[in-house]
């Protein structure tokens, strides 16, 4: 990676938990209700839906088809308002990065053209500060044409909106299938755009957020991140052997306040502390042995069962710190992974993409770090992300990208609140780190950096 890409990022945001906000129109008869909030007071981003009133009546079948092409724009509208605050926001801190960059070589120049009036090892240190920084400039300009793109399909959206305006009027006016091919396209470029923003590289963590102090020094605790919109129960597992029982929680409230559950027995008694939910399904590593189980919580019974061949277990290649934790299984936005080690990798850890369905093995990478250096880990759009210990201070310091097929050292702070981390995981829903840290149950919401390309979208 260039050292200009290193420097410049957009920076995204995503808290936890946001509040959908009502704002009805003033006159109960007009045509069209609105649920919206861009932003609230510490930056959380909060949805947007637009939807016809359930006492609207439409006049004809062509009548709806033109609200609904309305509805769609209108919503985009709301989507681009927001991308646009964020764009326009985050270039003005660029434009001042700018024309402090071009100050600063203005002055090196000075200094270059009287360097011997300087002493030679000062001379050196601002001629290598500026070698880094010089390549920063022609990545400024390019972040300064990624917010004309935005402008632009803010304007495309304005049209729209006033062409459909004036179509409902004038019926017929327009050719219907052109206004829908147009609409349909704007759509399209502009989810391309939003899911280019919800990843990124990791460059921060925040404290940690304790939700509850609860079972022994180990185990494990998440939620589903495919979960239907309204589905907040937590799954807990306590301990990392010799175990069997996974308690269900009805939501994060009940977590935190009562001790109300339901209790899941499976089949087989689980190793480690590498489980995942992911779909109404709990991944897990079956105790001393290498075979992965995909148990279904709403049948109550095996969907499917594999053996992940080579991979150590029964502490062959567990984390630093112990725990049977040879196969940790996680997910991200790309889905179901699996980190384990094996003899023919010389015992340094393995990446595998799984399919959930089947459990195959859809690609596998070798990294070069060794498993049981490793304090925890856990997947991030692609990327793999070790920890230095589990124990005492703590850092994201190893970073694999199945993306590139490439490694970097890092240094990110991570807080180690409560001095022995035995779970960590990320959930790509909530955009936050699951922790299990001496029987605490913790949560950490992420920082994650992007720059937007006009050739990505």
Not at 200 to 206: A, E, H, M, N, Q
Not at 367 to 387: D, Q, W
Request: with cysteine; proline share 3%.
């Amino acid at each position: 990676m260039q050292p200009a890409s290193k420097l410049l990022t957009l920076i995204l945001l995503i808290f936890m938990g946001t509040e959908l906000t009502q704002v009805l129109p003033a006159n109960p008869e007009e045509s069209w209700q609105v649920y919206s909030s861009a932003q609230d007071s510490e930056g959380r981003c909060v949805c947007t839906v637009v939807a016809p009133q359930q006492s609207m009546c439409s006049r004809d079948a062509r009548t709806k088809q033109l609200r609904q092409l309305l509805e769609k724009v209108q919503n985009m509208t709301q989507s681009i308002q927001v991308l646009d605050q964020r764009t326009q926001r985050d270039l003005q801190y660029v434009e001042k990065m700018e024309v402090q960059l071009r100050g600063l070589e203005t002055k090196f120049r000075q200094v270059e053209e009287n360097h011997k009036q300087n002493i030679a090892k000062q001379y050196k240190a601002i001629k290598t500060k500026m070698d880094e920084i010089r390549p920063l400039i022609p990545v400024l300009e390019e972040y300064k044409a990624d917010a004309k793109l935005v402008l632009q399909f803010k304007e495309e959206v304005q049209e729209l909106t006033s062409v459909l305006s004036e179509l409902q009027e004038e019926m017929g006016a327009y050719d219907y299938e052109e206004l829908h091919n147009r609409v349909s396209n704007l759509e399209e470029r502009l989810r391309a755009c939003m899911q280019k923003l919800a990843c990124g590289k990791l460059t921060g963590i925040s404290d940690p957020i304790t939700i509850k102090t609860s079972g022994s020094r180990f185990g494990s605790w998440m939620t589903d991140p495919l979960a239907p919109e309204g589905d907040t129960r937590v799954w807990y597992m306590d301990g990392y052997h010799n175990n069997r029982f996974v308690r269900e929680y009805r939501s994060m409230q009940d977590f935190m306040t009562s001790d109300n559950f339901t209790s899941h027995r499976l089949p087989h008694p689980w190793s480690g502390t590498g489980q995942v939910v992911y779909n109404g399904s709990i991944y897990f590593n079956k105790f001393q042995s290498h075979v992965i189980i995909k148990f279904d919580f709403r049948t109550s019974t095996i969907s499917k069962s594999r053996q992940l061949d080579y991979a150590g277990f029964n502490n062959a290649y567990h984390y630093a710190w112990g725990g049977h934790s040879d196969i940790d299984l996680m997910v991200d936005e790309g889905g179901l992974w699996a980190v384990y080690a094996t003899n023919q990798n010389a015992g340094n850890i393995v990446i595998s993409k799984l399919n959930p369905n089947t459990l195959q093995i859809v690609k596998s990478w070798t990294t070069n770090h060794p498993k049981r250096s490793a304090g925890e880990s856990f997947m991030i759009c692609g990327t793999l992300y070790v920890t230095n210990g589990y124990s005492g201070g703590t850092k994201v310091y190893y970073a694999y990208s199945t993306n590139s097929s490439t490694y970097e050292y890092i240094d990110i702070a991570f807080q180690n609140k409560y001095s022995h981390i035995s779970m960590l995981d990320y959930n790509p829903r909530d955009r936050a780190l699951y922790a299990w840290n001496n029987g605490h149950q913790v949560l950490y919401n992420v920082t994650l950096f992007h720059v937007i390309r006009s050739e990505e979208l």
